[in-house]
């Protein structure tokens, strides 16, 4: 019997989806239709002895998290769980918290996955893999290539190339050391406790004050606590993967998810893939159409683009390379291209709403998504896709270039390289 495991953070990291929604965990941020861990979940159902399924995090419980849980259950048919941290305990602090919940029923191993990662996941070759190890090994490491600049960003592991075993972990370096990163999706034993536990109380004992207003430190993080020591012990291995693979920190990487996403679509779902037909919608690529939405035959979409659920789309509007969220109206001739549409937005008729993507470098071989920082040295936007929050008005005759809308907003005019307060 496996379990997984899906670690969804709380509201206080990863700002960046926050232009979108105030409200919503952006763990259930919908990707190609459904919500990140959607995803998660769906790779995780395809194994059959993975019998329950455990979300970890420090959100509040509130109702999109649990109707998305119990319309998992059904749909997948395996138990899933939401387990709230009482304060953020880092990535394996929960996981040595909840130790007996995750223990309980006696999993062979466990998946443990970021929520904030996207891709094809290879969990039965991962399993396959962790199975031909010595009986020593406690963890199998999801790991990918990366260029050596973006590596600094990631935790980035040295192996031995013949057994593959880690020898060496570092994570987010400020020197090169390897262009194998870490994809934040693991394969992890019970014996994994026991490092966990020395990590744990070697931390209290670190930090053990007697200064009431010093917190007793209970924060495990799991690469620099626990990946660090356990290299080259002959414990941990790593599995490369060549598949599709991406962070999803910023509403950008969700365009560039998407368009993975409905590619995977076509092997595993082309059901979920819109198609061109009579009284129906030009679609060129890839495009998932939620059944629900209007979409007037005269509009043309496509590639990478999905209309969620209520949207309704207007005669002659085009749409490529973009996400429209549940209950958006598209007025007649709009154009929305590199672009998010909010929850229950409005673009006017003939609008221009478009945005610049940070794809990764054609010509550069495994470069990731790019991730800039929001504004350049001289304090100017950096162009980048273009958000436009939940509940906006966008007026008819205008053109929003390269610009965050926050929500709620009824703009009056065009807007270039801007963020909207
Ligand atoms: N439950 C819980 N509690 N989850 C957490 C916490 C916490 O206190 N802190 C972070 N997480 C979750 C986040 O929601 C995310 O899914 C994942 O753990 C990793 O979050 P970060 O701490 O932001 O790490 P990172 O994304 O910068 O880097 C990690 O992922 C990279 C791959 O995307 C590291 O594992 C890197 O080594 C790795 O390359």
Redesign the pocket.
Same mark, same amino acid.
């Given at each position: 019997m496996l379990k997984a495991i899906i670690?969804?953070?709380?509201p206080m990291? =990863?700002t960046r989806f926050r232009p979108l929604s105030l409200e919503l965990p952006k763990?259930l941020f919908p990707v190609a239709g459904f919500p990140i861990i959607y995803h998660h979940i769906e790779a995780c159902s395809k194994l059959s002895d993975v019998r329950e399924i455990i979300l970890?995090?420090?959100y509040q419980p509130n109702e999109a998290l649990n109707k998305f849980i119990s319309q998992s259950q059904v749909e997948f048919q395996v138990q899933i769980r939401y387990l709230q941290?009482y304060s953020?305990?880092?990535?394996a602090?929960?996981l040595y918290h909840f130790r007996d919940q995750i223990m309980t029923g006696g999993p062979e191993m466990f998946f443990v996955m970021?929520?904030?990662?996207c891709g094809d996941f290879p969990l039965q070759e991962m399993l396959d893999f962790h199975r031909t190890r010595p009986s020593t090994a406690i963890c199998t490491m999801l790991a990918t290539e990366a260029t050596r600049q973006q590596s600094l960003t990631? =935790?980035c592991v040295v192996e031995n190339k013949d057994t593959h075993e880690i020898l060496h972990y570092v994570?987010?370096p400020e020197t090169f050391v390897s262009t194998t990163?870490?994809?934040?999706i693991y394969l992890l034993t019970p014996g994994i406790f026991q490092p966990l536990e020395v990590a744990f109380k070697k931390n209290l004992e670190e930090n053990y004050s007697f200064d009431f207003q010093v917190p007793s430190k209970e924060?495990i993080r799991?690469?620099q606590d626990v990946f660090v020591p356990m290299a080259a012990t002959g414990t941990v291995y790593v599995f490369q993967s060549t598949r599709f693979w991406s962070?999803i920190?910023s509403a950008g990487a969700a365009i560039y998810a998407n368009r993975h996403y409905l590619v995977i679509y076509r092997r595993t779902h082309p059901e979920r893939l819109a198609t061109n037909g009579e009284g129906k919608p030009k679609v060129t690529g890839d495009v998932f159409i939620h059944p629900t939405a209007q979409v007037h035959p005269t509009a043309v979409l496509g590639p990478n683009v999905t209309i969620g659920r209520n949207v309704v789309v207007g005669e002659g509007v085009r749409v490529r390379e973009s996400i429209i969220l549940e209950g958006a109206t598209l007025q007649d001739h709009c154009c929305i291209l590199h672009a998010i549409i909010g929850w229950h937005s409005s673009v006017g008729f003939w609008t221009r709403v478009e945005g610049t993507p940070n794809d990764p470098n054609p010509n550069k071989p495994f470069a990731k998504l790019e991730i800039p920082s929001m504004f350049t040295e001289d304090g100017r936007l950096n162009p980048s896709i273009t958000v436009i929050g939940s509940s906006v008005q966008v007026p008819s005759e205008v053109i929003v270039l390269n610009s965050i809308v926050l929500p709620h907003k009824d703009l009056s005019g065009c807007y270039k390289n801007q963020i909207i307060l």
């Open positions: 670690l969804i953070g709380g990291k =990863g763990p970890i995090g420090f941290e953020a305990l880092g990535t602090g929960g970021n929520a904030d990662v990631y =935790g994570e987010k990163i870490n994809c934040g924060v799991l690469e962070q920190k």
